[in-house]
């Protein structure tokens, strides 16, 4: 569609231009160039106000009307980000999505591949002097154009690399699973607490708008009460060699790395904390892909409300990251929960005397700079992130409880957690 | 999922570091702490070859592998735009869509409302001094950063403002339609030829994907030939006192607006030219939204290879922009095929004794992202765009057979264009 400023257009000369030129034979409709002559009105100027451009809706009232323009901060006031890990993630998600957002920036890299790191630093206008190795994370403090730190490593590593950009004095962003043990998540959220840095796990799911709107449909009670969620993140490993099969870099399989979607989803979703898990774990005895890591990973969340999710996980079964709540009055099925797009919401409801199952067009929007600009936000702003480390370290106490069952062969009651059960508050939640 | 990186970890250090904190109880696989002492394979690693970055498929052989990072222009080697208009599409789309860009970024403005204009340099790390007014369109010539220019203005101050950044020496992107005449868009490719500049329609959706595939669809003929081609582009106008609802300003209603995509997609999915068309309009007599232009049209196209497209378009219909095609063998069916997104393709074909229906995932892309590349490419490589100006003077002289059609109530025969049909040549389809 052709755009519109016509309050820019140095009005007598360029107007008088353009209606010399017209030669269209429109079939309705008169001449009309008295229109051209007067002054442009605001719904096709748009307004500035409050550091802000708007439009006055230009649709008819029978459509929805189109979202206000994006209002970035200037790139000079953006959090600076440090990518610790230079890997697939980064690589392919992360530095593409740092171009949506708008409230966050790339300033450094953190990488022992030199070669790589300098061609990247090039390709998105990084300095090549905030090229940083492993070892050299304690000078992000120098770098003042660094506020946060992106931990973006094998889990294993998580630990170490965190607590060292907290004591550079770097608010730090880690991936999740946050660890490879409660034990971990606990000394790494003291660490923070120490060096008043803020923590945020990289919940990514939590930031995607179709995951929100089922969080909002299971508050809201409008379908009433949630049953049951049943749930399952699968994808297929390919070369056994890769680090996430190998149990001293990845601390586990499928479980840690992809079934925690099922685990923190299902506890975002109710806004409760399991009181139960009961699982059962299977893994090929002769694939080489599983010499050290678990495959299979089925698991039951018990809450207290009585809502139960029905967990799975698994690094053979093809890719399959689904997820459905079944309600009182309805239900509320997302494909592709967990991926990192294609997102299909369908909610089915009673409508008089018909069933109708209804497909909400939600917009795609890119959860890592989603989640990235909440964090850079929470930064500006001073406020506590919705997936604070504690929100990590709860995951880790329940996958150790899965472990326990599957091991023993019995449900396992999980107890509430010292210190910890407030963190769930209002103002986690009503971050933007 | 986390990223991994392990070749840039300072190898024994850190993952001496990482195994150490080991706690999580996995109840498969075994120690294997061995793998964290060796270098880490190249499936983590990745390689970096031809300037550019890849990593080894890590996925098993059921699932398609993950397309390669991408691999930017380091921001100084991408070519600058000008923006030239500065409404809601410039800001609600294009403006956003240029952080999407690996060849292109945004490095001048052109408006006449200078507040407006520096709120949104700043937020877009556009210098101050890059923000000129509409008589200032010759002094880009002065301004090295600026390759090309990006017309997003009302439709009747195309040609002038097209031609001013032709004469400054600047490559033209123009948006759609190219003019309110094919006099003028005649006038418009003489003006760009003689200055030696690249001039380009910004028809977007023959850059966007599942267009993209549509139109392999039809040549590759594996479901035959493609007997009808079922179109509409539909949207609810509000307002009248928009510059859409002028003829001074628009040159038309909905038809060059918005069924001139029907139009140009029929084109480019048969890569045939109509040979005759036929029209209806209808205008309600006494809605003030269409004092000047008419509201909806319904038109057809004949190809020479038999193919009839049937096309419709309205300014007070509820919102659609859809597309199927009926094949020999099979149909494809493009729901929001003209959308900014939200595009979803089925096709139906014979599997044995049954009828399939499959939706093919596709990757959904930016289009105005890669519109922009597009012509950012062949500009670096000079190359001739996808859709050059010969492509809207086409659209211009079916717009005239239709209106023509309309008003005497009588099929239009379309003679082929004297030095135009060769437009269409391999070279600007095999275009990227």
């Known amino acids: 569609m052709t755009n519109d400023d016509p309050a820019a257009l140095g009005r007598r000369t360029l107007f008088a231009a353009g209606t010399a030129g017209l030669a269209l034979s429109a079939a309705a409709g008169g001449g009309g160039s008295a229109s051209a002559q007067s002054s442009p009105p ?72 030199p070669e790589k790191a300098r061609l990247v630093a090039a390709q998105y206008g990084i300095k090549p002097e905030a090229i940083y190795g492993y070892a050299d994370i304690p000078r992000l ?27 550079a004095g770097k608010h730090v962003l880690c991936e999740k699973p946050m660890a490879v043990s409660s034990a971990e998540a606990r000394a790494m959220i003291a660490a923070c607490d120490r060096a ?19 969080i909002r449909l299971l508050r809201s009670g409008e379908l009433g009460a949630a049953r049951l969620i049943e749930t399952n993140n699968c994808q297929v490993q390919g070369d056994p060699s890769q680090w996430r099969m190998k149990k001293a870099l990845a601390g586990g399989g499928s479980l840690p790395d992809i079934g925690i979607y099922c685990l923190n989803t299902a506890r975002a979703y109710t806004g409760e904390e399991p009181v139960e898990v009961f699982a059962r774990i299977h893994t090929p005895p002769n694939d080489p892909r599983f010499a050290e890591v678990e495959d299979t990973v089925s698991f039951m969340l018990r809450f207290p409300s009585g809502t139960i999710a029905n967990c799975a996980t698994s690094y053979s079964a093809f890719n399959s990251k689904d997820m459905r709540v079944q ?29 109708v199952v209804e497909q909400p067009r939600i917009r795609e929007r890119n959860q890592f700079a989603l989640e990235m600009d909440h964090f850079a936000r929470c930064i500006l702003e001073d406020r506590r992130p919705r997936t604070p480390g504690e929100e990590g370290l709860r995951d880790h106490l329940a996958m150790e409880a899965i472990y326990r069952s599957a091991a023993t062969g019995q449900p396992v009651t999980m107890e509430p957690v010292q210190g910890l059960d407030a963190s769930r508050g209002p103002e986690a939640e009503k971050a933007g």
């Open 141 to 167: 403090r120098e770098n003042g154009e660094v506020r946060a730190a992106y931990v973006v490593t094998p889990n294993s590593l998580h630990r170490e690399q965190v607590e060292a950009a907290a004591a």
């Open 196 to 214: 008043r840095v803020k923590l945020m796990v990289a919940y990514r799911v939590q930031y995607e708008p179709h995951n929100r709107e089922v």
């Open 42 to 113: 605001p719904i096709d100027t748009g307004v500035v106000r409050d550091g802000r451009v708007s439009f006055p809706n230009w649709r008819g009232e029978a459509e929805p009307p189109s979202p206000p323009p994006p209002a970035p901060l200037p790139p000079g006031e953006r959090v600076g980000f440090a990518l610790v890990g230079l890997g697939r993630l980064t690589l392919e998600e992360l530095l593409p999505a740092f171009a949506e957002c708008r409230y966050a920036r790339p300033v450094a890299l953190v990488s022992g591949t």
């Open 327 to 355: 309600f009182e009055r309805g239900w509320a099925d997302l494909e592709n929960a967990y991926a990192y797009r294609g997102q299909q919401l369908r909610v089915a409801k009673r409508d008089g005397e018909r069933q």
